[in-house]
């Protein structure tokens, strides 16, 4: 059984930090790749930063220079350092894999982040 259970959402201020962490159980973790993923109010689910197995990482360009993604698969846990937060930002966050092997999609639960003007 694969769970991903994300954490460190919050309410924060323009400009501000937070840290996600996803932390993963079950054996799939070290060999896929982990998304971020976020969804505001009223819109679509989003990619915003995809971590590698190997740590290498992408991002949408819309969070691009603010956002840095990072795994510590000793930990089974992933991280997404967010900076210089922006109103528009705000969502619920959520982590996401896909098995290599299965191809099963597995999600979190997400963890609500609100960034106030």
């Known amino acids: 059984q694969v769970q991903l259970v994300e954490s460190g959402g919050g309410l924060v201020q323009a400009g501000g930090s937070l840290r996600l962490s996803c932390a993963a159980s079950?054996?799939?973790?070290?060999?896929?790749?982990l998304g971020w993923h976020r969804q505001a109010p009223g819109k679509q689910r989003e990619l915003v930063a995809t971590?590698?197995?190997?740590?290498?990482?992408k991002y949408s360009d819309s969070v691009k220079g603010r956002f840095a993604g990072a795994r510590d698969n000793a930990k089974n846990t992933v991280y997404l350092q967010m900076n210089s937060l922006k109103p528009e930002d705000t969502g619920v966050y959520y982590c996401n894999t896909v098995d290599a092997l299965t191809r099963r999609s597995y999600w979190g639960q997400g963890t609500q982040v609100t960034v106030s003007s």
């Open positions: 971590i590698g197995t190997v740590g290498n990482t």
């Open positions: 079950g054996s799939i973790f070290s060999r896929n790749d």
